[in-house]
């Protein structure tokens, strides 16, 4: 059986603040939805915060947090639960989504495109105003309470034909749209998280920004904030900049000979 299986749906209740910094009025919005019982879709590139914002919502309405990341293995019945044979008994184990709606968690789908497309017949009713789970193997059908909420996530610049969020789905959400942060916000981040010194988390975001602009031009992904935080934390420990920077970006974005030599060179001319 592929994960993630159902003896994995452990609820995270975060009982200290997150560090997230808020541009847009999303924290805001995100409440207004819960209040609502509105699903919430979150789009933006990989490391631009999405996942550290469900965390920081999660604690700021302290409701515990089922976090799911999708892949395409995962199946409908990863999500709702299985039944698993003992050596004495058979026994029900509840997926992620079914324990999220037990408890009322804010259930979140990490990269939903990446799951299989069955996964739309259980994520469906539980994304319009039924807010029902039907656990077909049990002939149960589970009402979400009110503190219950439904979150997912992707990333447009990897959408394709094959991997798109259909308009079934897509319109039973509310959207909030993430980027990384602008370039002072985004140092003071990197900063705060890294320990590094304001200097050079400026720095490792105008290397980023270089990389941001070959996006399609040889590159997927630029740098994301993920990156710059990594890259900061090896230079706090000591690693030279240069080295870091190439470890933590350059051969973290591509493995292309050429690029990588490209990116070296961006990381050669800013540090």
Known sequence: M???????????????????????????????????????????????GK????????????????????????????????Y??????????DGPMTHAVRIGALLYLDEIVEARKDTTVVIHPLADDRRTLFIEKR??????????????????????VLKELKQSTRQRFVALDFDYPAAELEAAIVARESGIDAAAAERLVRLAHMTRNLKGNGLNE????????????LIAQGVAPRAACEGAISQALTDEREMLAALNELVTSVF
């Open 2 to 48: 592929n994960a993630p299986r159902a003896a994995e749906a452990t609820a995270l209740m975060v009982s200290e603040e997150p560090y997230y910094r808020a541009v847009r009025g999303e924290a805001e919005l995100f409440e207004a939805a819960h209040r609502n019982r509105v699903p919430v879709l979150l789009k933006g590139p990989t490391g631009c």
């Open 139 to 160: 002939g149960e059908v589970l009402h979400a309470p009110p503190e219950f909420m439904l979150a997912i996530s992707y990333n447009p610049g990897y959408q394709s």
């Open 51 to 82: 996942t550290r914002f469900m965390e920081y919502m999660a604690w700021r309405l302290g409701r515990p947090l089922v976090t799911v990341a999708c892949h395409d293995d995962l199946t409908a019945a990863d999500l709702v639960g299985r």
């Open 222 to 233: 630029g740098a994301s904030t993920r990156l710059l935080v990594h890259a900061g934390k």
């Open 84 to 93: 698993l044979v003992t050596a004495d008994e058979t026994v029900w184990l």
